[in-house]
């Protein structure tokens, strides 16, 4: 399995969909990761999207992403434990290191806990869009707002498995050696070769007239039921999540003691956002057009 | 006669931080609607000219040109590759590293976009080109999900979705198996003939595109050394430099017989014409096998295997299984060539050979340490220099002495291999020996060499085992041919058996005396002639 996730062509609404209209349906999940740091909201939003890639069938590229972002997620806990001394109920008391009390209270946990679970949910929505929507069609969407820098984003989401795989070949080569050599001498020399692969892929640009590039027009395209159904849901989650921000929904507060909204306000937006991550694709067992990878 | 499409005044070019030209003096003119092989060694300039021709060189690689090449009229000097574009399309060897959108239909429609073609011209062309190289299937799948041969086809389609009038291709059979390396040099010939367009390309298999050109230029050092069409080429090759004649052509010279054949079948009509097509004869019997040569005491001992695979399987958690039950034993001393095609488990093979992998049943057991050199030796290379991979013995053994403080990227591939070969061999002899498509890319000398370096170490004892598509080096170096399907072996024998029993997995000259004799290379085939000749 990929180290990264990577863009998979697949036969659901998801994929099937124009890319605007996939990027905004995972950026809606991702609006509520940045919105809220309501515990109940930002699991609902987590579980959303554990069902949005399970229906997409990204589950194994979510696990990538997810995996890309517990060290993370473990270190905000972490620190947050040790740093923040705020919080009335003290769970450990690790005595004075350097000059300093190391009590850990459980509102620090839980303040680094939702830190952690927004790196996740924010993650989630990345490995979901990379797994999901196809760099090509985003290249396509943005060549007129800026072509080069979509095209760097496009090249990067096509090249990272070739390197992976130059990496796991050279890897391999290393341990055939009699003396296998230093592990920074192999990461310096796929280093190298990625750089090798980049002048390649220059050359390749260039003689294809990438240095006379003009802003080239997208075709239009109608709406697919599967772009209706995905636009309708990131509408109505963004709108939800936004209208609750404005009158106050989804309140948490970490000290000094722990104050979890858990009104029928943030229960209504966490099922709305537990369900945006499988309406889209129900019932969408037709044909879907899309050519099996 | 029509404008030329290219055109060549004492064109000159040295790279950058060379100490001398790729390219000298260099007058031609190639016609539109031609096709045009070029030839020549390593490090000859082929490489060099179809960079100028597409402007690469010298706009991204730098360096001093001097003289005139035109290309569709433009000049290479004044303009870059981005202008060149839309007058010569450019495939290269690798498809990885040429691909850069993330399907056929994305890919084939770029340099369209870049021409600024609006969205009708882009989708027409790139149906057109798909439909043209028979790729339509293929458009919306992900290109890292396409076979080498595929991925090349589309690099092919990119190239002409613009109908350029000349297409360059470097060595584009080079990182396929024969099959999709001869389709492709086939589709580029029926391209030639139905759109018209000039092609240039630069092949080291001349064999396999012979037949399919009109005219052969010869590079060395950078100058021209012949021009002409296939069959006076390889006259002049037969006398002036037989490791560029093919198989064929060597068979008919060592026979004494002229002129030269381009094609097999035209060998084949002339030999039947004369009455010099041997009958069926009995393969020779200096090539036995392990199992004829090998051990047949009775009472006695049988010695240790190289190595030897016990029923052994690869299975993959979530796929097909590799290697089915396998069993096979490797003699100390015996050169071994591991056919078949592409998915066969060939690689697989190998990398159980040197424990890289562990079988899911069965076992492999060695007879000491395994050296294994897999397909690509820049893999192995990791130094800046020559001299920190392998010292100044191994350099010598590699034949690069005095070159220790190369850097072993700047070093062609033929040197890369030998270098990445002493590295795997660290100086000592190994049981066994694994080589994994050796000789990709590689010229006819180099090749040569290798064999000649493999037989070194089996005559100190290791075993050697090469996994290869190349039947004419197979038949050099091996005496024993295994043929790998589904995992399994599907044909062990004697190399003179096994490859000449069938049509794919054999060499030119068994093609064209029909297997007769079990003669593989030129020499063997040219004793058989001869024997036809006196009857």
Same mark, same amino acid.
């Given at each position: 399995m990929s180290l990264v996730p990577t863009y998979r062509r697949r036969p659901t609404p998801l994929h099937a969909a124009r890319a605007g209209i996939g990027i905004c349906y995972c950026a809606a999940f991702l609006a509520v990761g940045v919105l809220y740091s309501n515990p109940l909201v930002l699991g609902g939003a987590l579980a959303g999207l554990v069902l949005a890639a399970t229906c997409a069938g990204a589950s194994a590229e979510l696990r990538s992403g997810a995996r890309l972002a517990l060290p993370v997620a473990v270190l905000l806990v972490v620190i947050n434990a040790l740093v923040y001394r705020e919080g009335n109920t003290v769970i450990f008391r690790g005595g004075e290191v350097l000059g300093r009390r190391l009590d850990v209270t459980l509102e620090s946990l839980a303040g680094g806990g939702v830190a952690a679970l927004r790196v996740l949910v924010v993650a989630g929505a990345f490995a979901l869009y990379t797994a999901a929507v196809d760099p090509d069609a985003v290249l396509g969407l943005l060549r007129r707002v800026s072509y080069r820098s979509a095209l760097t984003g496009s090249l990067t989401t096509r090249l990272i498995p070739v390197l992976q795989r130059d990496a796991e070949r050279m890897i391999e080569a290393a341990r055939c050696r009699p003396r296998p050599p230093r592990r920074g001498r192999v990461v310096l020399a796929v280093l190298a070769r990625s750089l090798d692969r980049a002048t390649d892929v220059a050359a390749a640009l260039e003689v294809r007239g990438y240095a006379r590039a003009r802003p080239g027009r997208g075709r239009r395209r109608p709406w697919s039921r599967h772009d209706t159904r995905l636009a309708a849901t990131a509408l109505a989650v963004v709108v939800t999540a936004v209208a609750g921000k404005v009158t106050g929904a989804g309140a948490f507060v970490a000290y000094p003691s722990l104050a979890v909204a858990h009104g029928p306000r943030e229960l209504g937006l966490a099922i709305l956002v537990v369900a945006a991550g499988a309406l889209p694709f129900a019932g969408a067992r037709a044909r879907l057009g899309v050519a099996g990878a | 006669m029509l404008d030329a499409v290219l055109l060549a005044r004492d064109f000159t070019y040295t790279y950058a931080d060379a100490d001398r030209p790729a390219l000298r003096d260099l007058s031609l003119e190639i016609e539109p609607g031609s096709f045009t092989v070029v030839a020549g060694g390593s490090g000859s300039g082929k490489s060099t000219l179809l960079r100028a021709a597409c402007g690469l060189v010298p706009h991204f690689h730098g360096g001093v040109a001097s003289g005139e090449l035109e290309v569709g009229g433009l000049s290479v000097r004044d303009a870059g590759p981005s202008e060149l574009a839309a007058v010569c399309g450019t495939v290269f060897q690798d498809p990885e590293s040429q691909l850069v959108m993330g399907t056929p239909r994305t890919e084939i429609g770029l340099s369209l976009e870049h021409r600024g073609e609006p969205p009708g011209a882009v989708a027409r062309g790139v149906e057109e080109a798909a439909l043209a190289l028979g790729i339509a299937p293929l458009l919306d799948r992900r290109l890292e999900s396409l076979s080498g041969g595929e991925q090349q086809r589309v690099a092919l389609a990119s190239a002409l979705a613009g109908r350029p009038q000349l297409l360059v291709l470097d060595e584009? =059979?080079?990182? &396929?198996d024969p099959v999709a390396g001869d389709e492709l040099v086939w589709l580029l010939r029926r391209l030639n003939e139905e759109w018209g367009t000039a092609v240039l390309l630069a092949e080291h298999r001349l064999e396999r595109c012979l037949p399919a050109a009109d005219r052969v230029l010869v590079l060395e050092d950078g100058a021209v050394v012949s021009d002409s069409a296939p069959a006076p080429f390889l006259e002049w090759a037969a006398e002036e430099?037989? =490791? &560029? !004649? =093919?198989p064929a052509a060597t068979l008919f010279a060592r026979a004494g017989l002229r002129p030269p054949p381009v094609t097999v079948r035209e060998a084949r009509d002339r030999l039947r014409a004369g009455g010099l097509l041997p009958a069926e004869a009995e393969p020779s019997a200096d090539r036995a096998t392990s199992e004829q040569r090998g051990w047949r005491g009775v009472g006695r001992r049988r010695p240790a295997a190289a190595l030897e695979f016990r029923g052994v399987w690869h299975e993959l958690r979530d796929g097909p299984a590799i290697l089915r039950g396998l069993d096979l034993r490797v003699e100390p001393g015996e050169r071994v060539v591991i056919m078949g095609r %592409? /998915? !066969? /488990?060939k690689s697989t093979l190998l990398r159980h050979a040197r424990g890289l992998l562990e079988p899911t049943r069965g076992r492999v057991e060695r007879g000491g340490e395994v050296a294994l050199l897999m397909q %690509?030796? /820049?893999?192995?290379l990791i130094h800046e220099r020559a001299d920190q991979e392998v010292g100044e013995p191994g350099l010598v053994a590699a034949g690069l002495a005095g070159r220790g403080s190369a850097n072993p990227r700047d070093l062609s591939g033929g040197e890369r291999q030998r270098l990445a070969l002493e590295l795997v061999l660290a100086g000592a002899t190994p049981a066994v020996v694994c080589l994994d498509e050796p000789t990709r890319g590689m010229d006819r000398g180099w090749k040569d060499e290798l064999a000649a370096r493999l037989g070194r170490l089996a005559d100190d004892g290791a075993a050697v085992l090469v996994a290869t598509h190349d039947t004419e080096f197979a038949a050099h170096l091996a005496e024993r041919a295994v043929l790998l399907g589904q995992g399994d072996v599907i044909a062990d024998g004697p190399v003179g058996e096994v490859l000449t029993g069938g049509w794919h997995f054999s060499t030119d000259v068994a093609r064209v005396l029909g297997g007769a004799g079990g003669a593989l290379t030129p020499d063997q085939g040219a004793v058989l002639l001869e024997r036809e000749l006196v009857q």
């Open positions: - | 584009p =059979t080079s990182q &396929l430099r037989p =490791t &560029l !004649a =093919t %592409n /998915g !066969a /488990g %690509n030796p /820049g893999d192995y």
